[in-house]
């Protein structure tokens, strides 16, 4: 069964810094593109980041770039997202996306990590 | 930057069909994805690439996607598919774009 299970989340500072984990299980994370997909509250769904199953090609939203950075680590099988100089604009619940091969979707999701900045 | 945009809102009578439309310019072209999120859950893929199931998806949820509108249609509308719905398309520039999200109520 694919799971995926996100965290790190927390209550920070502007200007702070955070590192958000995503352990998966079911699959082989290094076997596909990973993403990391934010939702502020009352909001939709945005897209942060996404790394490629090569684990060096990476990409991501105006936003963020500069300030986040996602890497992995194929021998524990888990995602992460290095999150830096938070801004008020970042609170929202973070989630871990499987990219499905062959399409752009998202087909498997983890439960979601909030993450707070507020002084 | 590439948007989609979705109704507010849409209300189906239980056992009724609803209808949710995603608008794009030329959005016919494109592969979209659907999504469904209950209150407090993690977004769950319903139709992938215009009019695909995934396992574990009921027959009830098509999609379909032409011109400038893709629409995802809940056939049989059960109290269970209360839930907000959003559409999601790839973008050369603008990466992985989500539409505006739909609240389907099921009265």
């Known amino acids: 069964e694919v799971q995926l299970v996100e965290s790190g989340g927390g209550l920070v500072q502007p200007g702070g810094s955070l590192r958000l984990s995503c352990v998966a299980s079911?699959?082989?994370?290094?076997?596909?593109?990973m993403h990391w997909v934010r939702q502020a509250p009352g909001k939709g769904p945005v897209w942060v980041s996404r790394?490629?199953?090569?684990?060096?090609?990476?990409r991501y939203a105006d936003s963020v770039r500069g300030r986040f950075t996602v890497s992995r680590d194929s021998a524990k099988n888990t995602l992460y997202l290095q999150m830096n100089s938070l801004r008020a604009e970042d609170t929202a619940v973070y989630y871990c996306?499987?990219?499905?091969?062959?399409?752009?979707?998202?087909?498997?999701w983890g439960q979601g990590s909030l993450v707070t900045v507020s002084s | 930057s590439y948007e989609l945009t979705q109704p507010l809102s849409v209300s189906v009578a239980l056992g009724q069909t609803a209808r949710i439309t995603c608008g794009g310019n030329?959005?016919?072209?494109?592969?979209v994805h659907w999504y469904r999120q209950k209150p407090g859950q993690a977004p769950v893929l319903v139709i992938y690439?215009?009019?695909n199931r995934p396992s574990g998806i009921p027959e009830r949820f098509s999609g379909s996607n032409s011109g400038n509108t893709a629409t995802l249609t809940i056939s049989r509308a059960q109290g269970g598919d209360e839930a907000d719905y959003y559409c999601?398309?790839?973008?050369?520039?603008?990466?992985?774009?989500f539409g505006t999200g739909t609240k389907v109520t099921v009265l």
């Open positions: 996306a499987r990219g499905r091969n062959g399409d752009y979707a998202f087909d498997y």
């Open positions: 079911g699959f082989t994370l290094s076997s596909y593109w």
């Open positions: 790394i490629h199953s090569d684990g060096t090609d990476t």
């Open positions: 030329n959005i016919g072209g494109r592969n």
């Open positions: 690439r215009d009019n």
């Open positions: 999601q398309v790839w973008d050369s520039s603008s990466a992985y774009v």
